[in-house]
């Protein structure tokens, strides 16, 4: 029996409801039987970066996130634009896997949920700081798929069948790039 691929799915929002935490949920529930999706959801437990805390003993928060990192075979990230570029929160975890060696060399992608002619500057962040952390990014896993809210069940879950087939198409895409276990 194969073992499944691990994806990590990691949110730049910190609202429970956002398109980002909608476009994770909807990933997660059409993941395919091969493919198992983990849903980090440290993002507010993290400290601010600093680089003198950047030792080990690291943070438990920090440890944790770069645990789950490292026994994840692809990343997932979608995250909202805030004033031109990355929230804040989001960045500070990025920053902590900077130190790390744990993403270096692993396949990542984002889906951006925002509407069309939005979130490029996240994205624009998105891909420089991954380049520092030496992760791989799969441009053609990298995709936008805006957030209808009118296409939302009540599960939080999307229902069009586009977006939820672009987001198979991303699973797949990641796993296929992720190597050999």
Known sequence: MTTPRVILLLSGSLRADSSNETVLRTAQAIAPPQLRTVRYDGLAALPHFNPDDDTDPLPPSVAGLRAAIGEADAVL??????????????????????????????????????????????????????????????????????????????DGVITDPGAREQLRDVLDRLAESAPPR
């Not at 994205?123 to 990298?142: I, K, M, S």
Request: aromatic content about 6%.
């Open 77 to 154: 990230i979608c995250t909202p634009e805030y004033a031109g570029t990355l929230p804040g929160s989001f960045k500070n975890l990025l920053d902590w896997t900077v130190g790390g060696t744990e993403i270096c060399d692993k396949p990542a992608a984002w889906v951006n949920a925002a509407a069309p002619g939005r979130g490029q500057g996240a994205v624009d962040t998105l891909r420089t700081v991954l380049g520092y952390t030496g992760a791989e990014v799969v441009e053609a896993a990298c995709v936008r798929v805006p957030v209808d809210r009118r296409t939302v069940g009540e």
